[in-house]
C-alpha cells in the first residue's frame, strides 16, 4: 500500500532530523512535512475505497456461504424426511403384506373346508345311490336264482 511508503518517509523525516538542544524536540522541513501529508491525503481515499471494497465483497462471499449452508441443510432435511417417509411406508406395506398373506390363509382354509365337505357330501351319495344299485342287483339275484 502506497500509504505505508509515506508514513516511511515520514518517520525518515523525523530520523534525520535536527535536535534542539536540551529538549526531545527536533526541527524539521515544514514544507517537506507538507509534502508528505498532502501525499498521504490523495493516496488515502483510494486505499480507504479499496478497503471499503474488500470489506463488502467479504460480507458478500460469507452472504453467499451462509445461502450456500442454509440450502445444504434444508435438503438434508428434506431427504431424511423423504427417507424417513420412505421407511414408514416399507412398514406400513410390510403390516399390510403381512394383512394380505393372513387373509389370504384363512381364505383357503375357508375354501379346502367347503372343498371337502362338498366332496364328503357327493361321495355320500354316490354311496347312496351305489348302495341303493347294489341292493337292486342284489334283489335281482335273488329273482334269478
Known amino acids: ?73 434444508r435438503q438434508a432435511e428434506s431427504r431424511i424426511v423423504n427417507m424417513v417417509d420412505e421407511h414408514v411406508i416399507t412398514k406400513q406395506a410390510l403390516a399390510q403384506k403381512d394383512e394380505i398373506i393372513e387373509e389370504a390363509n384363512k381364505v383357503s382354509k375357508e375354501i379346502c373346508g367347503g372343498t371337502r365337505e362338498y366332496a364328503n357330501a357327493v361321495l355320500e351319495k354316490v354311496e347312496e345311490v351305489l348302495k341303493e344299485t347294489l341292493q337292486v342287483v342284489h334283489d335281482n339275484r335273488k329273482e334269478l336264482n
Not at 508514513?7 to 526531545?24: H, T
Request: no cysteine.
Open 1 to 73: 500500500m502506497e500509504i505505508f511508503t509515506s508514513l516511511e518517509s515520514l518517520e525518515e523525516l523525523l530520523d534525520s532530523a535536527s535536535k534542539v538542544p536540551f529538549s526531545s524536540k527536533v526541527m524539521v522541513d515544514a514544507d517537506e512535512l507538507r509534502e508528505i501529508i498532502e501525499e498521504i491525503r490523495l493516496k488515502l481515499p483510494d486505499e480507504l475505497k479499496q478497503a471499503k471494497w474488500v470489506k463488502e465483497e467479504r460480507q458478500r462471499i460469507m452472504e453467499d456461504a451462509q445461502k450456500e449452508a442454509d440450502n445444504i441443510v
